[in-house]
Antibody, heavy 117, light 107 residues
Framework: QVQLVQSGAEVKKPGSSVKVSCKAS????????ISWVRQAPGQGLEWMGR????????NYAQKFQGRVTITADKSTSTAYMELSSLRSEDTAVYYC??????????WGQGTLVTVSS | AIRMTQSPSSFSASTGDRVTITCRAS??????LAWYQQKPGKAPKLLIY???TLQSGVPSRFSGSGSGTDFTLTISCLQSEDFATYYC?????????FGQGTKLEIK
């Protein structure tokens, strides 16, 4: 059984960066793809990007290109999502999910990032 | 980018009702469509993938159909635990995209 456990809630100042982690257990981490999805308060789901840990290759939604960096550490089975130049509109719950390229079948519990001065 | 449009955005129903949610893609996506259920404060849960394949453990009252641009999620006999928000998602091409969600409320 795959389990994804994310890091805790963060409060950040506008203009700063945040890095959220997603530790996987069960299955073979290197064979996964991990996607990141965010959800602003009261809003829908928005795909941000993904990484293939075994290749170290990441793809990003154009909206976040240049501001988001997704990485993975195979030795600890952990994926990371770093978002820079934070603004109030980035306040959201950030989810990681296993992406088997036909669905997102396992999800982390979510990490609330609050951007506030 | 492919745009996904769900309808309705919200509606009320009663336990025992049969309900259908529609999802339309802005271009053909074959059967590369998934449906998720989300309850307040929780992560989304995968219900259906490949447009009509039920994820393991999901009750058989949930079903999906469609291909190309038009898709439906049907709940055959609503149970109290089904009141939630439902999202469709295309994985035909990156960037993945979700519908805006359909909130199902108790009448």
């Amino acid at each position: 059984q795959v389990q994804l456990v994310q890091s805790g809630a963060e409060v950040k100042k506008p203009g700063s960066s945040v890095k959220v982690s997603c530790k996987a257990s069960g299955g073979t981490f290197s064979s996964y793809t991990i996607s990141w999805v965010r959800q602003a308060p009261g809003q829908g789901l928005e795909w941000m990007g993904r990484i293939i840990p075994i290749l170290g290759i990441a793809n990003y939604a154009q909206k976040f290109q240049g501001r988001v960096t997704i990485t993975a550490d195979k030795s600890t089975s952990t994926a990371y999502m770093e978002l820079s130049s934070l603004r109030s509109e980035d306040t959201a719950v950030y989810y990681c999910a296993r992406d088997d390229q036909i669905d997102l079948d396992y999800w982390g519990q979510g990490t609330l990032v609050t951007v506030s001065s | 980018a492919i745009r996904m449009t769900q309808s309705p955005s919200s509606f009320s129903a009663s336990t025992g009702d049969r309900v259908t949610i529609t999802c339309r893609a802005s271009q053909g996506i074959s059967s590369y469509l998934a449906w998720y259920q989300q309850k307040p404060g929780k992560a989304p849960k995968l219900l259906i993938y490949a447009a009509s394949t039920l994820q393991s453990g999901v009750p058989s009252r949930f079903s999906g159909s469609g291909s190309g641009t038009d898709f439906t999620l049907t709940i055959s006999c609503l149970q109290s635990e089904d009141f939630a928000t439902y999202y469709c998602q295309q994985y035909y091409s990156y960037p993945y995209s979700f519908g805006q969600g359909t909130k199902l409320e108790i009448k």
